[in-house]
């Protein structure tokens, strides 16, 4: 392979190696493995592609060979191109072989925080891969999942809802915070990810709001009232008379019922109202999704929208077409008067495949009803002539449905199917003789002269299954036809041992039947057909007929029973109800595939029945409200003068560049997207970038470029004055640049996405970078974080845990980073934060030590503060607070409480309860606070280190900062990102720190080596290779930034 | 989502298969035949199949079946649609979509199919995208890239893909600047023995080709937009626009593409163009039958109707015909029974029309299968609602435009009902 001259032989070569019909043939063509391996760095593309195609389709079989190809493609995730990022990482994830599990978890959590939304979005592809290659996996991959759901570019969206729903469709907690944003960025997500992300908020949206129809349904099933209003409760509510009657129902049934009037969640009609564009979707699973999130979750009177969107996908292939049919006849049931205007889309076309039409007449007859039945049954008369004999016989058991549903026609149907009983096709004559027997059991009084008629229909019909009918019915009533009755008994009993066995039992029965009415006659003939059943070749008939005889024929041994023979077999019978196939199927989601099988399918979701009372609305709050009222009084601060500083605003550039190639040329459709973009972007962008050999990337060259264009349309647009002066200032101090955020958050409120200017967007642009990038750890509450973590940074200083073993570590316990609990807004006037306060926690050396500090900023006081109703992961432990009984307005108070993290960093997650409400919040530890430091000699370190090689040892270059470069801001940098103590050691160019989990007491070891200029090697060694690799990324940052 | 993909063709040889997951025995495919065998007709093959560890779904399209093996709880339409545009794809870059075209480009259809769907996910499926990733093969490039050596992949990487115009390819360039809409109305209708209409309903389409430099902004208005109360929309256009004003604005992606389709339903009077007069009768008893059908036009606002066929599936008892048509040609397939009659254009002076006798099967009582008449037409420069585009205006670009727009309307389903 290496030999080709051109690259069309090496393709073609290649095609032939992954053509299936070779494999097929038997034909192994993972002999070739390290030919073809080897072309993976090849320059043209195709030959990459197809590389790509073979290696991952063969690497599970050949996996060692397959480690060969990964260093290419690590090398290709640190590429500055996006698209090859992306591309590298989509093979890299596709590779199924489990030992490089590790190195894709780094590289998806490193993808998950680029600055591309499109290497993002393959970040999100890659989760579900991985987590079927190793589900053990799931609690990092979930922590991913959570970071990527608070992305905000519509490129993004879809996927990671996608990722979501095969990895931990059941977090739904990880959606309340993005409910809103998924909402409105919903119109511009691509077609696909739309279905996805619709199907999701449908399931959420039951969990936490009320049943719209809360008060119909009461109305419902208050059984007395219902004679006061007419005994239909159907819900015709399409025409306007109807819906104000029904309104007018309603309020009167609340005033009965005395209940608080239904106000609709604004969330819960937010959904709705921007779901509702999609049905003018091309796609047909958008609209179908659209279709079912109506159904399942608006309040009756607007689900009528949906039906011509429905009609309109009817129009489309036939398989669309099926799947729609399917669903709208599990519509139709609940919500006839929904379709009834539109009846005619559903008449039968002769060339419509069968399938279709059988949907079609079930939708049909579930629509019937006293108004349009004598057009549908014109309409099923037409049917009945058609050449396709299962539709025929669908189309006479359809009638036989009307006829059961509606009493005024029943006579009518009884007649036309009598009338086909003189049919020349045997099929249809069957079928109907199915369908009459069944109606015929509602009154079978009125109509001796039709059994009559079906009675002398025996010497012809050959349908086992219509002779049997007719056998029963003739059974079942004989005192109505007592002259033919046993006339039928004889002509039966000769031609006994020719017949089916289903017309064998009926035989049995009839015979039985009559010998208990009329034994006069028949005596003979029972015991003749009783003889021959007894020598029949099938036990079941062998069975009965022994049954039988003892039952009915009086011997002197003859049980008890026999005297109950007659109420045995004459007792009343219920008449068969007549049902749709469709009905109750709605328990599934509509469109789903276990709907259309009406089974449940591998990873079907259930779909959740409405809460009896809604839980917290607040948890989707956001900050975004609140920060509004700041900014009003902000911008109006006279000393913002739009003073010049355009060179400083250049410098900065330079040291701190913007790197978004993509979001240059955006488009106008994405706005408050391109603003967080690179707010997340260029936080790990400029990491790794600094970390890199610091040439200057053609990307920050462009991004230069698109800035100096911002300068030049800055100057013609006066109009956001407001926002150009925050922006013409430097030295941005923390308060201006949370105004500055906020002001965006205002302006893409304000503008509707669609239609936003890309002017529009170029300020948005360049208002981040006043933000500073700045690491959050989780970004959630974004604003909350950007402060308390820059912060932090700023007052990095001194570090230290007071830990008596370690005297080279020097944190004051008052400088560590807080976090919030809980906001005070959400809150209601309590507002909470916790830190790590590196304290051995005495109850449980397990467990870590969180200082927890209330504030109660409200104006009256707070009582009985408790931890409760704690949902941790499995492993998890917590050891509550002692309960704080009351915290008067403006005190604060600090308690320390216990979590056992199990060595990951997954959120704990609890309820934080005062005397009146519940608020649920969540923990979640950086990597470096689930470890704790240990003393160590420089040798027992070297010796520790020894054991801990290979895959547990993780090794890192970097570039230090200028400020960070010495030895003690090392060591401060790296004791405030982790909990460890330092080793004693004697050159200085070396620090090492030592510590260990707090959960397992697995070691964790880490080296920092310096070099010159700043260069330096960061080295990890740890049992626990998640641990490592997260502290690695966790130090790196502390030392770059 | 999707595990793999399975290509059968009319005689159920798989043809072509595709893994995005790990391989799936292509055995998985002998419970789709069992379903195919079950199925009297074609198109009846059920489009769900379970099977004990996977669901197949599959559609028919240019007698292709294409099968989709389904592992998990996926939405059955989200398969579908998107078996459709992987076949749409297909006809985009071949011309057709058949067991041939396939096989000639096995090295495009698996470059396309890697690229469309990533882990069984939808990844690029937007035509634009895909043809900057993948050149369309055409005769010049295959003879040129065996001389060269080069190949069918773009070296450019792709990045519409990136931007949120994802529809539409960067960097157009044409030096001749034009924009034509193609107003399609297919009309269906169902009229009863007596000549009433049982149902009529319009399927229209606004089918684009755009060919326009740069990043144009396109507004389209109409003269009636009240007629558009059922539409749905090509991802471009902006809803809100058209909510509020009723006016389509798009940034229109490179090429054809279908900028809308809509449906005027049977309430809105829909005209029904041409009528047919009939007069079919079998005696009880003879072997003769009587067969005699007129066409004629009827509200067709002056244009004429052209390329008429009359079909008609006539009952098994009926041997052969004899018919004498007064324009245009007639067939009869005497195993399908399958008569059809190709008029070619209505003279509205001088109506055609069929007539003649059919002779039955002897001994064989009257025929009670009721045969229905399908119709097809096509009316240029008319479309049938009455829709009419008023302007269209162009923003974003300096250069003028050449614009065209051209109306039809044509039979879609169309069928008349005989008596008998």
């Known amino acids: ?1041 | 989502m999707i595990h793999s993909l399975f290509l059968v063709n009319s005689s159920g040889d798989i043809f072509l298969e595709k893994h995005w997951k790990s391989v799936v025995s292509r055995s998985v495919c002998d419970y789709f035949f069992e379903a195919q065998e079950r199925a009297s007709e074609p198109e009846n093959v059920p489009p769900v199949i379970p099977t004990p560890h996977h669901y197949l779904i599959s559609v028919l399209r240019h007698r292709i079946y294409f099968v989709a093996v389904i592992q998990s709880e996926v939405p059955p339409l989200f398969v579908i649609e998107f078996l459709h545009r992987v076949v749409d794809t297909f006809q985009d870059y071949f011309g057709v979509c058949t067991e041939a075209a396939i096989k000639d480009n096995v090295v495009v259809v698996y470059e396309l199919l890697e690229e469309m769907l990533d882990n069984g996910f939808p990844l690029a499926t937007e035509s634009n995208i895909l043809k900057e990733l993948i050149k369309p093969p055409t005769i010049l490039r295959t003879v040129v890239n065996t001389i060269t050596g080069s190949t069918n992949v773009g070296e450019q990487l792709p990045t519409g893909q990136l931007s949120v115009v994802p529809w539409r390819r960067t960097g157009v360039k044409y030096t001749n600047n034009e924009a034509y809409f193609d107003v399609v109305e297919e009309i269906d209708a169902i009229i009863d023995k007596s000549g009433s209409t049982i149902t009529a309903e319009i399927q229209g389409v606004i089918d684009a080709c755009v060919k326009l430099t740069g990043m144009p902004d396109l507004t389209l208005s109409f003269m009636n937009p009240r007629l558009l109360d059922d539409v749905s929309f090509h991802p471009c256009v902006r809803f809100k626009r058209w909510e509020a004003e009723r006016i389509l604005s798009f940034i229109p992606p490179d090429g054809n593409f279908r900028l809308l389709s809509y449906h005027v339903s049977s309430q809105n009077l829909v005209a029904i163009p041409v009528y047919v007069k009939h007069n079919i009768t079998f005696r009880e008893g003879s072997s003769q039958g009587r067969f005699e059908l007129t066409l004629g036009p009827k509200q067709t606002m002056g244009k004429g109707v052209e390329a008429v066929l009359v079909s008609s599936q006539l009952p098994r008892g009926v041997l052969n015909t004899n018919l004498n048509p007064t324009q245009g040609t007639y067939t009869f397939d005497p195993v399908t029974k399958l008569l059809s009659w190709d008029v070619g254009k209505i003279n509205p002076q001088k109506l055609p029309s069929l007539k003649g006798s059919m002779s039955l099967q002897a001994g064989a009582s009257k025929p009670d299968e009721n045969p229905t008449i399908n119709i097809q037409f096509k009316i240029q420069q008319s479309a049938l609602s009455g829709l009419k585009v008023n302007r269209l205006d162009m923003y974003g670009e300096k250069y003028k435009p050449f614009k065209g727009i051209k109306y039809m309307t044509k039979a879609g389903k169309f069928q008349a009902l005989l008596s008998n």
């Open chain 1, 1 to 1041: 392979m290496d030999g080709f001259d051109s690259a069309v032989q090496c393709v073609t070569v290649l095609y032939w190696v992954c053509d299936p019909q070779m494999i097929a043939r038997g034909k192994n063509a993972s002999d070739l493995f390290p030919a073809v391996v080897k072309n993976v760095a090849c320059k043209n593309i195709e030959v990459k592609k197809l590389v790509y195609v073979y290696l991952v389709r063969y690497a599970e079989e050949q996996q060692d060979l397959a480690l060969l190809s990964i260093s290419t493609f690590q090398r290709g995730l640190k590429d500055p191109n996006q698209l090859i990022r992306a591309s590298a990482l989509r093979v890299l994830s596709s590779i199924r072989v489990t030992i490089i599990v590790p190195i894709m978890m780094l590289a998806i959590k490193e993808a998950a925080s680029d600055m591309s939304p499109y290497v993002r979005k393959t970040a999100a592809h890659a989760i579900p891969k991985l987590y079927s290659l190793d589900p053990e996996q799931k609690d990092c991959l979930i922590e991913v999942i959570e970071k990527l759901l608070a992305d905000k570019t519509t490129l993004v969206a879809g996927s990671v809802v996608m990722a979501f729903e095969e990895v931990c469709p059941e977090r739904i907690d990880l959606i309340h915070k993005n409910y809103r944003k998924l909402c409105n960025l919903l119109i511009d997500v691509e077609e696909w990810g739309q279905v996805v992300i619709i199907n999701m908020l449908t399931r959420y949206a039951r969990t936490q709001f009320l049943n719209p129809n809360m008060n119909e349904s009461l109305l419902e099933e208050g059984g007395g009232e219902k004679a006061f209003y007419g005994s239909d409760n159907d819900d015709d509510t399409d025409d306007e008379e109807d819906k104000e009657e029904k309104e007018k129902k309603k309020t009167e049934a609340t005033a009965i019922v005395k209940r608080k009037p239904y106000v609709m969640d604004p969330d819960h009609r937010l959904l709705l109202r921007n779901t509702k564009p999609l049905l003018q979707s091309r796609n047909a699973a958008v609209v179908m999704a659209v279709a079912q999130l109506y159904f399942h979750l608006a309040p009756k009177a607007e689900v009528g929208v949906i039906a011509k969107a429905l009609v309109r996908l009817m129009r489309s292939h036939s398989e669309v077409q099926y799947v729609v049919l399917q669903n709208v006849a599990t519509m139709s049931i609940k919500r006839r008067g929904m379709f009834e205007p539109y009846l005619k889309s559903f008449y039968i076309r002769s060339t419509d495949p069968t399938q279709i039409k059988v949907l079609k007449l079930e939708v049909l007859t579930n629509l019937a009803n006293e108004t349009n039945i004598s057009t549908i049954l014109r309409e099923f008369q037409t049917y009945i002539k058609s050449n396709d004999k299962d539709f025929v016989a669908a189309t006479i058991q359809a009638i036989g449905r009307c006829a059961t549903n509606i009493g005024e026609v029943r006579d009518t149907c009884l007649n036309g199917l009598v009338q086909l009983l003189s049919n020349r096709d045997e099929l249809v004559v069957a079928e109907s003789v199915v369908v009459i027997k069944k109606l015929l059991q509602m009154q079978p009084e009125q109509h001796s002269d039709i059994i009559k008629h079906m009675a002398k229909l025996t010497d012809n019909i050959q349908v086992p299954m219509a002779r049997a009918s007719i056998l029963w019915l003739i059974g079942e009533y004989c005192e109505h036809v007592p002259k033919i009755a046993p006339d039928v008994l004889r002509k039966m009993a000769k031609t006994f041992t020719n017949e089916e066995d289903i017309v064998k039992l009926q035989i049995i029965n009839l015979a039985a039947k009559l010998y208990l009415t009329n034994s006069k006659q028949t005596k003979l003939l029972t015991q003749y057909v009783l003889n021959l059943a007894k020598y029949d070749q099938n036990y079941d008939i062998r069975d009965r007929a022994r049954f039988i005889r003892q039952l009915i024929v009086p011997t002197d041994k003859s049980g008890a029973l026999s005297k109950y023979a007659k109420k045995l077999f004459l007792a009343l019978k219920p008449a068969p109800v007549l049902e749709s196939p469709f009905k109750d199927r709605d328990h599934f989601q509509l469109g789903s595939l276990s709907h259309l099988l009406n089974a449940k399918a591998g990873g079907y979701q259930v779909l959740p029945d409405w809460p009896e009372a809604a839980p917290d609305p607040s948890v989707r709050n956001v900050e975004v409200i609140t920060l509004l009222e700041r900014v009003t009084t902000l911008t109006s601060v006279p000393e913002w003068t739009k003073c010049s500083s355009r060179e400083k605003r250049k410098e900065k550039k330079a040291d701190k560049p913007f790197y978004s190639d993509s979001e240059g040329e955006s488009g106008p459709t994405e706005s408050a997207d391109s603003a967080s973009d690179t707010a997340s972007g260029s936080e790990s962008g400029s990491g790794s970038e600094e970390s890199g050999s610091g040439s200057e990337s053609e990307e920050s060259n462009e991004e230069s470029e698109s800035a100096s264009e911002e300068d030049e349309e800055e100057e013609g647009k006066k109009k956001k004055k407001n926002v150009e002066k925050i922006k013409a200032r430097k030295p941005v101090p923390e308060s201006e640049r949370i105004a500055a955020i906020a002001c965006l958050f205002t302006l893409a409120q304000h503008q509707t996405i669609h239609d936003c200017s890309p002017v529009f967007e170029k300020t948005l642009c360049s208002f981040l970078f006043l933000v500073d990038p700045a690491p959050s750890p989780s970004q959630v509450t974004p604003l909350n974080n950007f402060l308390s973590s820059s912060l932090v940074t700023d007052l990095e200083g001194l570090s230290l845990t007071d830990n008596v073993l370690s005297p080279t570590t020097i944190i004051p316990s008052g400088n560590l980073k807080t976090y919030e609990l809980l906001h005070r807004i959400t809150g209601e006037g309590l507002s909470v934060e916790y830190c790590f306060s590196r304290q051995p926690f005495s109850p449980d050396p397990h467990m870590v030590a969180v200082k927890i500090q209330f504030t109660n900023s409200a104006t009256s006081e707070a009582k009985s503060l408790h931890v409760e109703d704690a949902k941790l992961q499995s492993g998890m432990r917590i050891k509550e607070f002692p309960e704080i009984e009351v915290l008067p307005a403006g005190e604060t108070v600090s308690v320390v409480m216990g979590i056992d993290f199990c060595d990951s960093t997954q959120a704990a997650n609890f309820q934080l309860c005062t005397h009146t409400r519940k608020f649920f919040v969540s923990i979640q530890p950086p990597v470096g606070e689930l470890m704790m430091p240990i003393f160590m000699t420089e040798n027992e370190f070297k010796k520790e280190q020894g054991q801990l090689m290979g895959m547990n040892e993780i090794t890192e270059k970097l570039t230090l900062e200028e400020k960070c470069q010495g030895e003690h801001a090392v060591v401060q940098r790296v004791t405030t990102a982790a909990n460890l103590s330092r080793v004693p050691c004697g050159s200085d160019k070396e620090c090492r720190f030592a510590g260990k989990t707090v959960t397992s007491g697995s070691l964790v070891l880490v080296s920092v080596v310096t070099k010159e200029d700043g260069a330096a090697q960061l080295t990890v060694n740890c049992e626990k290779m998640v641990i490592g690799t997260m502290l690695v990324k966790d130090i790196l940052q502390a030392l770059t930034q």
